[in-house]
C-alpha cells in the first residue's frame, strides 16, 4: 500500500490505528473501524464498513486496514461533492456563489464555523468583490496542506 499513499500518511494512519484498537492491533468491529476512518477524515457508511470487515474474514490487520483506506479513498470524491452542493445554490449556473450566502452556509449549517473562520477562509481564496467563484473555493480548501 506504500504506493498509495504518502509515507507521512501511513505514520498516521499507523498511530490511529494502533491508538485505537484494543484486541492484539486487529480491528475486530464496526465501531473501532469507524472511529479510525473518520478520525482520519474518512465518512464510512455501516454497510460499507460492513462490507470492508466481511470481506477481511472479520479482523482487519494494519496492512487490511491500508488496503480498505486505499478502496475507501477511490469511493469518496469530497471535492466533487462539494462541488455538487454549490450547484444546488447556484441557480442561475454562473459558477459562483454569494459571499452573504457562502457565510450563512458556513455559519448555520452543519459542522458550524465562526465569523473570523469564515473570514479566514475568503482571504485565502482571495474573493474579491461579493460573489465567489466556487470551483476556486474548492480548489483552495480541497488543496493539500503544504509540508514546510
Not at 459542522?111 to 460573489?131: C, F, Q, S, W
Request: hydrophobic share 35%; net charge negative.
Amino acid at each position: 500500500m506504500a504506493r498509495y499513499f504518502k509515507e507521512q500518511d501511513i505514520d498516521e494512519f499507523r498511530d490511529c490505528f494502533y491508538l485505537n484498537t484494543h484486541n492484539n492491533g486487529m480491528i475486530v468491529n464496526i465501531d473501532e473501524l469507524a472511529l479510525i476512518m473518520r478520525s482520519l477524515g474518512m465518512s464510512p457508511t455501516i454497510p460499507e464498513m460492513r462490507v470492508y470487515l466481511k470481506e477481511k474474514g472479520g479482523k482487519l490487520s494494519f496492512a487490511d486496514f491500508l488496503d480498505v483506506m486505499h478502496t475507501h479513498s477511490k469511493k469518496e470524491k469530497v471535492p466533487e461533492e462539494i462541488l455538487e452542493a454549490f450547484q444546488g445554490w447556484d441557480l442561475n449556473r454562473t459558477g459562483q456563489i454569494h459571499v452573504r450566502d457562502l457565510k450563512h452556509i458556513l455559519c448555520q449549517w452543519g459542522e458550524k464555523l465562526g465569523t473570523r473562520e469564515v473570514d479566514h477562509i475568503l482571504r485565502e481564496a482571495n474573493t474579491m468583490g461579493p460573489y465567489v467563484k466556487y470551483q476556486d473555493l474548492v480548489g483552495v480548501l480541497s488543496a493539500p496542506v503544504p509540508d514546510y
